[in-house]
């Protein structure tokens, strides 16, 4: 009865969003019910039932973590710990950005993808990825694909990771260039958590050896101080040098992502992790709370008219882009890395893997939400000036009145207001969304505390919590693709692949940066602001590792001759393969320059050249070239799986899976 | 009452041991156990160097 009443709410509130229109505006907090109920259904019975019958989960089967513990990798934890600890490394800055950006279709697409995408999409794979991992012995995404399919989808997995954090980096460093660009408060702020992280590090290290969470709790006292302090900034002798174009900005982040590759990882990576886990968590459950006790209304429409595909955020159609767009929250290829990376190795129990696998996932599309909540709360003209690139409407009253005549109005007079509360100079052509979060998230913060008073500490608040959050990623992945480079080249000449060869490091760094840096240095330059082009391939590379990890866990169904509930995995797989590859398809060939690489190429030829044109064309035909690589890649897998399960379901093929083998777990008896 | 003051400090508890999970501080204490040491500066470069190799491999998403 109860699960009824939760079923009928989450319906109502679905139709409450789908069918608002005009000055008819719902209250935020219909996208917390929607979503509360969507997830608990799918958590009390979709998961449930994946859980016993696809994956069979066993307690009686001992895991990993009891079986190989040896207090380093493998190590029996708590399931409330791991999902702690699951949360932490699958939630980044993606379910934050991306809903931001998809929001120019209207807030109902993107939504009802967040919601439904991560019950049937998103949570299904984290699931059965940590699941099959947790019977193989904590096995990677790599080793699994390379086992249960084939060598080549191994070596895709491989790629795939590479190319995502290539791509991944440099447009998460055009976000926080774009945040920081003439922004003398955010600019110190930011560089302000670099000394801090250091003497966190420090702290950590020699003063108090091991106490992270109290090094931790000094940083974010510091990192305070320095929000603060950052609004004076401007006003001192050396404040001119804290006021930075965006060629400018982008080379310190290069410097700065090289240097946390090469430095000890104590002195930089580690603390600054644990400060960027401490602030995400407080800074999210704030949002909640601030969600429910603001409640405002949606100002975003439903639907906008760019659902044509002429957005100014970036071009293309609501399908496939708003799925492409919203990336994270819904489903992440990336999370398939971590379900098989750390994660496996730490359950105690088979059944553990429902919560953390599927509950975790579910917590990361709530967060999406929120962003959602927080970029459509905005006035959408205030949205669409913040987030036009000035390449398209222009920059002041020109902007101002392109977009109202657009039937969002807005004036420059406002925006100037809106600057100056902020303590901004301008808020136009800020794309990348983090600024426009941030207005949202600054809004919320100050509705519930403080007041218009204090928007402009919250607003930099809310930029330093994107940007470390984005710094974070960024120094961990450089260092991480790395030591992928490192092992990948130690096969070619043995010392490179030495961790701790210094001429390694450094060649091998050089190049992971200056992969990234040169995909960064492309956004800078870009007129149409970068995030048009970075933001989709990244969404597509990600999208196409869920589309391996989906083909994987396919395939072990069918090899356990659980073909029946295979569509538990092929449905989720059917709809990635669609989107990506008609998303591939409009990036690479669509006639019309804002979409497709290869048209903003040739437009690019034919116009007048300018001293940057051989350059831009490059790029977009560099974009669309590692577009199609990627694609075809995947359409490899996607053949050798298919001929993997057409010949066990004839009966050509032998169904051998490569479990490990089962053994009782002792925890039974002793609990018994 | 006493059922909701043992909640509170069960998810304190739980709270608690996350944090201490996901900042490593958990790590460093089984890493004193298994070593039979007592933390110090000598002991956290030994743990460091031990656990950085593991620590920076790990992916953390998007």
Redesign the interface.
């Known amino acids: 009865m109860l699960w009824i009443a939760v079923a009928f709410l989450g319906a109502w509130a679905l139709g409450v969003l789908a069918i608002s229109r005009g000055e008819d505006r719902p209250s935020a907090l219909w996208f917390v019910v929607a979503a509360v109920c969507v997830y608990s259904l799918g958590y009390r019975f979709y998961s449930r039932f994946i859980g016993e019958r696809v994956l069979e989960l066993d307690d009686s089967r001992i895991t990993p973590a009891v079986r190989l513990n040896n207090g380093r990798d493998y190590v029996p934890t708590q399931k409330w710990i791991t999902f702690g600890h699951h949360f932490a490394a699958i939630a980044g800055p993606g379910p934050l950005v991306g809903p931001v950006l998809a929001a120019q279709f209207g807030y109902l697409p993107s939504t009802i993808w967040i919601i439904i995408g991560a019950v049937l999409g998103g949570c299904v794979q984290d699931f059965v990825i940590l699941g099959y991992s947790l019977k193989r012995d904590g096995r990677s995404l790599g080793r699994m694909a390379s086992d249960e399919i084939g060598p080549v989808a191994g070596f895709t997995a491989l790629v795939g990771v590479l190319t995502i954090m290539v791509i991944l980096i440099a447009v998460l460093g055009l976000v926080v260039v774009n945040a920081m660009k003439h922004s003398a408060w955010a600019t110190s702020t930011v560089a302000a958590t670099v000394p801090i992280a250091m003497i966190v590090g420090i702290y950590m290290t020699h003063l108090r050896p091991g106490r992270f969470v109290e090094g931790s709790a000094l940083g974010v006292a510091l990192i305070g101080l320095a929000v603060f302090g950052g609004r004076y900034v401007e006003g001192w002798s050396i404040g001119h040098y804290f006021v930075m174009e965006a060629p400018g900005l982008a080379v310190w982040i290069i410097g700065y992502g090289f240097l946390a590759s090469v430095l000890p990882i104590w002195l930089l990576l580690a603390p600054r992790d644990y400060l960027s886990a401490f602030i995400k968590i407080g800074t999210i459950v704030a949002l909640a709370l601030g969600i429910v006790a603001m409640h405002p209304p949606a100002l975003m429409p439903p639907l906008t008219q760019f659902t044509n595909g002429l957005g100014p955020v970036f071009g293309g159609k609501v399908f496939p882009f708003a799925f492409i767009t919203v990336a994270c929250g819904a489903i992440s290829g990336f999370h398939s890395l971590i379900a098989s990376g750390t994660t496996p190795k730490m359950l105690e129990h088979e059944r553990d893997a429902r919560l953390i696998g599927y509950g975790a996932m579910l917590m990361e599309s709530f967060v999406a939400v929120m962003a959602m909540i927080a970029a459509v709360m905005l006035q959408p003209g205030v949205y669409f000036a913040i987030n036009s690139p000035a390449g398209i409407v222009g920059t002041g009253p020109a902007a101002a009145d392109k977009i109202t005549s657009w039937g969002y109005p807005v004036t420059d007079a406002h925006m100037q207001e809106l600057a100056a509360d902020v303590g901004e100079s301008s808020l136009y052509a800020r794309t990348g969304g983090a600024p426009s979060l941030a207005v949202g998230m600054a809004h919320i913060f100050a509705g519930s505390l403080g007041g218009k008073a204090v928007m402009a500490l919250w607003y930099h608040f809310a930029i330093m919590f994107e940007a470390l959050f984005i710094l974070t990623i960024l120094d961990a992945g450089t260092r991480v693709a790395r030591f992928m480079l490192q092992d990948a080249l130690g096969h070619i000449y043995k010392p490179l692949g030495r961790t701790s060869w210094y001429p390694s490091i450094l060649v091998t760094s050089a190049l992971i940066v200056a992969a990234w840096g040169y995909f960064l240095w492309q956004g800078v330059k870009d007129p149409l602001g970068g995030i048009n082009s970075l933001w989709p391939l990244f969404g597509i590379a990600n999208q196409l590792l869920a589309t391996v990890a989906l083909c994987l866990a396919t395939t072990i169904i069918i090899k356990m001759h659980r073909t029946k509930y295979a569509a538990v995995t092929l449905v989720p797989l059917a709809w990635l393969v669609a989107v990506t590859f008609t998303a591939s398809w409009y990036k690479i060939f669509d006639p019309n320059p804002r979409v497709g690489f290869l048209a903003q190429a040739q437009a690019l030829a034919a116009a007048p050249a300018t001293s940057a044109t051989a350059r831009l064309i490059f790029n977009n035909r560099l974009d669309a070239a590692v577009n199609a690589v990627l694609v075809v890649m995947v359409a490899l897998v996607l053949v050798e799986s298919l001929r993997q399960w057409m010949g066990i379901l004839s009966g050509a093929k032998a169904a051998r899976v490569q479990e490990s083998p089962f053994v009782r777990t002792r925890l039974v008896e002793e609990q018994g | 009452m006493k059922r909701a003051r043992k909640t509170i400090r069960d998810f304190a508890t739980?709270a608690v041991?996350?944090?201490?999970?996901?900042?490593?501080?958990?790590?460093?204490?089984?890493?004193l156990?298994?070593a039979g040491v007592r933390?110090?500066?000598e002991?956290?470069e030994s743990?460091?160097r031990?656990?950085?190799?593991?620590?920076?491999?790990?992916?953390?998403?998007?």
Not at chain 2, 50 to 62: L, Q, T, Y
């Open positions: 739980t041991a996350a944090l201490r999970e996901i900042f490593d501080e958990a790590a460093y204490a089984r890493f156990d298994r933390s110090s500066r002991a956290y743990f460091r031990e656990f950085e190799e593991a620590k920076v491999r790990r992916p953390k998403c998007c």
